[in-house]
């Protein structure tokens, strides 16, 4: 009896270390692999002095539909000539959605890019993207001189939210001269 127990217990480890082992070389893959050209696009308007908003959205997605249906995204689009708006198609087989964002004046807009990632929809998806995680879409990523200065990620945003963001995001300030807590 007791070799019996010896011996299923001696399979788990192999399984378990076939397990990790590849875990691990899935992640170091996922680590090494080249980041997709709307990555990098993104990447690059991270860093862009000026205000930059990524919304990463499909044109299957309920929720995606919504913001745009709701004339939301247009009127904040034309309301902030001096921020530069992405719209990252993802989790989309690779398709930009462009066709969609037209029916709403999207794609007219001078200070609108529209992306596509080209990885796959369903269980596969990618679950992260410029090096953020990325669980839910639509997601709307403010960012300014390099810095994220607000992620919204779960959901529909709310615009006079989003205005409410760049509008912080724009402004300068700092705490300096200000008395300590002691």
Not at 101 to 109: C, V
Not at 164 to 172: A, G, H, I, P, V
Request: glycine share 8%; hydrophobic share 40%.
């Amino acid at each position: 009896m007791s070799s019996l127990r010896l011996r299923q217990y001696s399979r788990a480890p192999i399984v378990s270390g076939l397990s990790i082992l590849t875990a691990l070389f899935t992640t170091i893959s996922l680590l090494n692999a080249e980041p997709s050209a709307a990555e990098q696009r993104v990447a690059e308007a991270a860093k862009a002095q000026h205000l930059s908003v990524v919304h990463l959205w499909a044109p299957w997605c309920s929720n995606c539909q919504a913001e745009l249906k709701g004339g939301g995204w247009i009127k904040i689009v034309k309301d902030n000539p001096s921020v530069h708006f992405y719209f990252v198609s993802v989790w989309n087989g690779g398709e930009d959605g462009a066709v969609m964002l037209k029916k709403f004046e999207i794609t007219d807009q001078p200070n609108v890019t529209i992306l596509a990632d080209p990885g796959p929809r369903g269980q596969n998806h990618i679950k992260q993207f410029a090096g953020l995680p990325l669980s839910w879409i639509p997601t709307t990523w403010i960012y300014k001189g390099g810095d994220l200065r607000y992620a919204l990620n779960y959901g529909e945003v709310r615009f006079p939210v989003l205005q409410q963001f760049l509008d912080d995001s724009k402004s300068e300030w700092s705490h300096k001269g200000e008395s300590k807590i002691d």
